[in-house]
């Protein structure tokens, strides 16, 4: 039973670099069968896809995220991350890592617990 | 971009009820529609996809429906475990979620 897991700094500052790590345990993160998937969830956006990546370090981004966002893997460490840059509040937000799967229909089958991202001076 | 709107946005049910949830794409997606589940404080859960395919360990008094632009995600038999929230989303292409529905208890 794989298990993903955030973490990171709760709290950042406008302007300033959100970057969360997902460890994920229980799996490879290097099967092709999967993509490792950041999501978010605020009260005034709802789920927001953010992006995901393959294990070969293949990205697609939310195209409305896309001149912020980088995702990352390191398969020697079985975890990908997440970097969001010159954050303001509206990226407040609890931030999901999740699993990917299925190439034609593709969905998320497996989540970590999330973590808040509190952007505040 | 594809915008996926359900309805209602909540509902209050009886533990025992048949519940129908709603969800609209704004241009045709086939297939590619996923239902989850999310309870308080928790990540959400993934109940259907491909529109109709029960994920693996879901009860069967989950199913799923439609193609094309309109699908419902029913709930057979209420259980007090199924109080939360579901959400739609589409994988045609940028994955998208509704705004979710919660289900409430009467």
């Known amino acids: 039973q794989v298990q993903l897991q955030e973490s990171g700094p709760g709290l950042v500052k406008p302007s300033q670099t959100l970057a969360l790590t997902c460890t994920v345990s229980g799996g490879s993160i290097s099967s092709g069968d999967y993509y490792w998937s950041w999501i978010r969830q605020s009260p005034g956006k709802g789920l927001e896809w953010i992006g995901h990546i393959y294990y070969t370090g293949t990205t697609y981004y939310n195209p409305s995220l896309e001149s912020r966002v980088t995702i990352s893997v390191d398969t020697s460490k079985n975890h990908f991350s997440l970097r969001l840059t010159s954050v303001t509040a509206s990226d407040t937000a609890v931030y999901y890592c999740?699993?990917?799967?299925?190439?034609?229909?593709?969905?998320?089958?497996?989540w970590g617990q999330g973590t808040l991202g509190t952007v505040s001076s | 971009d594809i915008q996926m709107t359900q309805s209602p946005s909540s509902l209050s049910a009886s533990v025992g009820d048949r519940v129908t949830i709603t969800c609209r794409a704004s241009?045709?997606?086939?297939?590619?529609l996923n239902w989850y589940q999310q309870s308080p404080g928790k990540a959400p859960k993934l109940l259907i996809y491909a529109a109709s395919t029960l994920q693996s360990g879901v009860p069967s008094r989950f199913s799923g429906s439609g193609s094309g632009t309109e699908f419902t995600l029913t709930i057979t038999s209420l259980q007090p475990e199924d109080f939360a929230t579901y959400f739609c989303?589409?994988?045609?292409?940028?994955?998208?979620f509704g705004g979710g529905t919660k289900v409430e208890i009467k």
């Open positions: 989303q589409q994988s045609y292409n940028t994955l998208a």
């Open positions: 241009q045709r997606i086939s297939s590619y």
């Open positions: 999740a699993r990917g799967m299925g190439s034609g229909y593709r969905r998320l089958d497996s």
